[in-house]
């Protein structure tokens, strides 16, 4: 069975919708455990901006990581949408936000499911294991709200993808940049300097395609300045010694992808289980094994499969592994301190052996052509969606709270009344850079042709 081009995906959209709807609001949790606590007191401080028309430019006393200025926090969300703070509460624009990101990140698997032409079976397939894995949905509830940034990384490889089939330069990099630019404003800057990483693998190793490399770049970080000169120039960062390891064993790895853990699950692992939890279940897991595998086997039998892509992806999981990223990072890397816990790392693998292992298990459909083969596909994709409502349960907001110390008290900070004149000025200087860069990439789409590359298969 086909793809339905509207009623259908809309459907889907609609019970993302509901499913974090009822995440964030079961219970009625205070939302204010974990990390939660400090993004109630970025909103509140961001809503007295709003509302005063006053710039942020420093609280009146050292809050996070043991910073004052507020304008050089990365981890802000300063996208458009805050403006509605001013007639909303916290927990409804987390949820407003949260939904937002959601139905982009929808856009896109859409996008890529209609190129490739998944059948509805496949669809459901992505859907679920992109949007309610172990991974997303536990650092969500840990309070780490700057992972809303996960669903614009189907869009990054989108346009990443366009670009790497195609010959010559095209609009995609710039799109691509765009995406960090993106990440960046909603204070997503873990994800940003992961993809910049995956697109330094993918394209560093062949000389004709540094320019792309450059330009996407140099648009990301040329939009994402007001963000990130000020956060480089000011922002204290933790040491590069003693830095959490990534995935220890093998053991962990498997336990990450098909046990249920709750909360509180940790006594064995050098953090909560929601640095390490990509939990699909037992079925998801054995599909999306099969998947990768076949696709692996299928292209490279016919000399389709693209080596570049490999390699920047067993890279990339090379260092969620152990201690790799905290042994790199003493070398003084950029932003190497900053990505402590490398176990982070291993989203943009998995969600690329998601996508494949969809388009593997929709050519198998294919080849087929048999209706029982697609209803015994429903029946374990069925399996799946239980396995992820129970986790549903596991880390709704309201099961955090309670399995954690409860709902912690939220502090009132004012802004201070003064700053540095070179922290002002670096301030400006940065917001400028970041007017110029879109104002060039906007100029520079306008000139070129419209997006044109290979499919995805």
Wanted: aromatic residues 18%.
């Amino acid at each position: 069975m086909r793809i339905n081009k509207l009623l259908f995906p809309l459907t889907l959209l609609l019970v993302g919708l509901v499913y974090w709807g009822f995440f964030y609001f079961r219970g009625s949790p205070a939302i204010a455990h974990g990390d939660w606590v400090k993004e109630q007191v970025y909103l509140d401080t961001l809503r007295f901006v709003v509302q005063h028309f006053q710039m942020p430019w420093a609280w009146d006393k050292p809050f996070y990581h043991g910073a004052n200025l507020f304008m050089a926090n990365p981890e802000v969300v300063f996208t458009p949408d805050v403006l509605l703070l001013r007639w909303l509460t916290n927990g409804q624009f987390f949820y407003l936000h949260h939904c937002i990101l959601y139905a982009l990140g929808f856009f896109f698997i859409d996008k890529i499911a209609q190129e490739a032409r998944w059948r509805t079976s496949v669809y459901v397939f992505v859907f679920l294991l992109f949007n309610f894995n172990g991974y997303i949905t536990s650092h969500i509830s840990e309070g780490h709200f700057q992972w809303t940034g996960y669903y614009l990384i189907p869009a990054f490889l989108y346009f990443l993808y366009k670009s790497s089939c195609a010959e010559q330069h095209k609009p995609a990099e710039i799109f691509a940049g765009c995406i960090l630019g993106a990440l960046f404003a909603n204070g997503s800057f873990h994800i940003a300097i992961w993809l910049s990483l995956f697109t330094t693998f993918l394209f560093v190793f062949e000389r004709k395609a540094w320019v792309k490399l450059v330009v996407i770049l140099t648009v990301g970080y040329g939009l994402g300045a007001f963000r990130v000169m000020p956060a480089l120039a000011y922002f204290s960062t933790a040491p590069t010694t003693g830095m959490q390891s990534g995935y220890t064993d093998v053991s962990l790895l498997l336990n990450a992808f098909t046990q249920l853990r709750a909360h509180g699950f940790g006594a064995s692992t050098t953090q909560g289980w929601w640095e390490y939890s990509l939990y699909i279940g037992f079925t998801g897991f054995f599909l999306l094994v099969v998947g990768v595998t076949r696709y692996l086997l299928i292209e490279s039998k016919h000399n389709r499969l693209n080596y570049r892509w490999v390699l920047a992806t067993v890279l990339m999981f090379l260092l969620s592994l152990g201690n790799t990223w905290g042994v790199l990072a003493t070398f003084q890397l950029p932003f190497g301190s900053i990505e402590r816990l490398s176990s982070r790392f291993i989203v943009i693998p998995f969600l690329l052996c998601v996508l494949v292992s969809g388009c593997a298990i929709n050519n198998v459909l294919a080849d087929v052509r048999r209706q029982r083969a697609e209803i015994f596909l429903y029946v374990l994709v069925m399996f799946v969606g239980i396995d992820l409502f129970y986790q549903l349960l596991n880390w709704s907001l309201i099961a955090t709270e309670l399995a954690s110390s409860g709902p912690q008290d939220i502090p009132t900070i004012a802004l201070a009344d003064t700053a540095v004149i070179g922290y002002k000025l670096t301030v400006k200087l940065a917001w400028l850079m970041s007017a110029v860069a879109a104002a060039t990439s906007y100029l520079y789409v306008r000139r070129t042709q419209p997006l044109h590359a290979s499919k995805f298969r």
